[in-house]
């Protein structure tokens, strides 16, 4: 079975670093476009950032400089470290899988989502 | 601010058909075919429901349905049912740094 599980949120204060793990189960990861979209307590979803099979990686503005998106292929999971957090940045996080044709093309629209883990950032 | 503008709100009896817009430019829904559209419960993850404008991934029903006409998309759902009360989000890739943008989101009541 396909399925993503995130952990690592918590509560951390602001300037604080998290790292987000994203456990792989029924696919490789690193086959596979991964990407973090989170959801602010009452808002709407935000793209933050994305990793392609070949390793590439892709951040969102607000985002850019402060998060790193990684693969450890040995454990199949995919994480997110958070570095100099603040306070908009309090959200649920979800990992997604990117939705592929059977001839390896991508659509940048995300098909497997995790439950999500939640992160505040407060003092 | 949203990247992608989105309705707040719809409504529609159960049975009848809504469509929900997405308007962005250029630079996202009007110039890739890479739109898709979510469905999310209250505290549940979202669920693709709409990718690559109007693929339908396997499992979701046929009463969904997307399209695109320049700068924007759009989802169609009919026969509406109660269990698709939820909130929908579009979203786009673009050729901004960001590489993927998302619409505010919009309430679907089903009256």
């Known amino acids: 079975e396909v399925q993503l599980v995130e952990s690592g949120g918590g509560l951390i204060q602001p300037g604080g670093s998290l790292r987000l793990s994203c456990a792989v189960s029924?696919?490789?990861?690193?086959?596979?476009?991964m990407t973090w979209v989170r959801q602010a307590p009452g808002k709407g979803l935000e793209w933050v950032s994305i990793i392609y099979s070949g390793g590439s990686t892709y951040y969102a503005d607000s985002v850019k400089g402060r998060f790193t998106i990684s693969r450890d292929n040995s454990k199949n999971t995919l994480y997110l470290q958070m570095n100099s957090l603040r306070a908009e940045d309090t959200a649920v996080y979800y990992c997604?899988?990117?939705?592929?044709?059977?001839?390896?093309?991508?659509?940048?629209?995300?098909?497997?989502w995790g439950q999500g883990t939640t992160v505040t950032v407060s003092s | 601010q949203s990247a992608l503008t989105q309705p707040a709100s719809v409504s529609g009896s159960p049975g009848q058909s809504i469509t929900i817009s997405c308007s962005g430019t250029?630079?996202?829904?009007?110039?890739?075919?890479?739109v898709s559209w979510y469905q999310q419960h209250p505290g549940k993850a979202p669920k693709l429901m709409i990718y690559d404008v109007s693929n339908r991934p396997s499992g979701v029903s046929n009463r969904f349905s997307g399209s695109k006409s320049g700068n924007t998309a759009s989802l169609t759902i009919s026969g509406l049912q109660a269990e698709d009360e939820a909130d929908y989000y579009c979203?786009?890739?673009?050729?901004?740094?960001?590489?993927?943008?998302f619409g505010g989101g919009t309430k679907l009541t089903v009256l």
């Open positions: 979203s786009s890739y673009t050729s901004s740094s960001t590489l993927v943008v």
């Open positions: 997604a899988r990117e939705i592929s044709s059977s001839q390896g093309y991508y659509y940048y629209a995300m098909d497997v």
């Open positions: 250029s630079s996202d829904v009007g110039g890739y075919n890479y």
């Open positions: 029924g696919f490789t990861v690193s086959n596979d476009y």
